[in-house]
């Protein structure tokens, strides 16, 4: 189960975060790996654990903004490994404005960055898997494809949108041809953009906590166990999804109460509310049920 070998994975963001924790999970089952990060740095440290592995590896400082680029880089790909078996597409900016004071400049730029880079790497891999035959790619959403963050993400929340529907149709169109397309939507995960605004406003980890049942900010080896299925033979009929990887967020209602550790369990039976208002105990902490 979960084994890669003799697979080939493409992972763009691979210097760090969860791009780095996805090449490394993936090489650990036996994939070779193309490590894309503007990072170059970065992408050559993450080599270097991957080629300890045993395994091969080919770096690209390739700006996953520039469809060129990439054409260029999928070249690179075909002479060195001949095959893509997974793609990890996974880096990506935003920018932060208030929608009254976005620059269409920017917004372009976010778009292009993160809907039309995306589907330039999805294209790029695909036309190869459809070749093969097969083939799996892993797009990174996020919480913002589906609800609003505020804060400044206008242009981030319109690209991320974008993202979920563009694996929609990609499924859609390439699985009965063997390709599966799927989308990871995160929560916070700690980077260090997101540590830097968590610095600038002391308040926003207590909020992001708030939303997140699981007690817990994530961290970027939580995509490690869906990056591997997703690269498996294991999620074969696995397409298609949007996966979320939230500690429990988009399953909880704004109004929603992360555990149970409120000082009253009322009832939904007005007319014996008072009765049951007995319940109330006075004191909070564990085992309340
Ligand atoms: N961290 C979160 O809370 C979170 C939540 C939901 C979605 N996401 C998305 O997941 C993805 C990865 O997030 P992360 O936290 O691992 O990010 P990160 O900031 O830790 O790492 C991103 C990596 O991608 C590289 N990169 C960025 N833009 C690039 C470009 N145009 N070309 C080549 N390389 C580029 C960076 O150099 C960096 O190494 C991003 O698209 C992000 O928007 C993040």
Known sequence: MFNLTHKVAVISGAAQGMGRATALAVAEQGADVVLIDR??????????????MGRRTLVAETDVSDPAAIAELFREVDR?????DFLGN?????????????????LHRVLQNLVVGRFAMCQEAGRRMLAQGCGSIMNIGSLASSTALGRG????????????????????????????????????????SLQTRMDQDPTLEGRFLK?????????????????????????QWITGAIIPM????????????????????????????????????????????
């Not at 060195?80 to 893509?84: E, T």
């Not at 979920?164 to 916070?188: D, F, K, Y």
């Open 39 to 52: 990072n170059a740095d970065g992408a050559h440290a993450t080599s270097q654990l991957i080629q300890q």
């Open 80 to 84: 060195v490994f001949g095959r893509v």
């Open 90 to 106: 996974i880096a990506g900016d935003g920018h932060l404005s208030k929608p009254e004071d976005l620059q269409i400049a920017d």
């Open 153 to 192: 993400h206008i242009a981030y929340s319109m690209a991320m949108g974008a993202v979920i529907q563009m694996t929609r149709e990609l499924s859609t169109e390439w699985s009965h041809r063997g390709v599966r397309v799927n989308c990871v939507t995160p929560a916070q995960v700690i980077n260090p």
């Open 211 to 235: 939303g997140i049942p699981a007690g817990r900010l994530g961290v970027p080896d939580d995509i490690r166990g869906l990056a591997v299925l997703l690269a498996s033979d294991e999620s």
């Open 246 to 289: 939230d500690g429990g967020n988009m399953a909880m209602n704004a109004g929603g109460t992360p555990g149970h550790e409120k000082m009253a369990v009322q009832s939904f039976r007005s007319e014996s509310a008072k009765r049951h208002w007995s319940l109330v105990i006075g004191h909070s902490g564990e085992g309340h049920s």
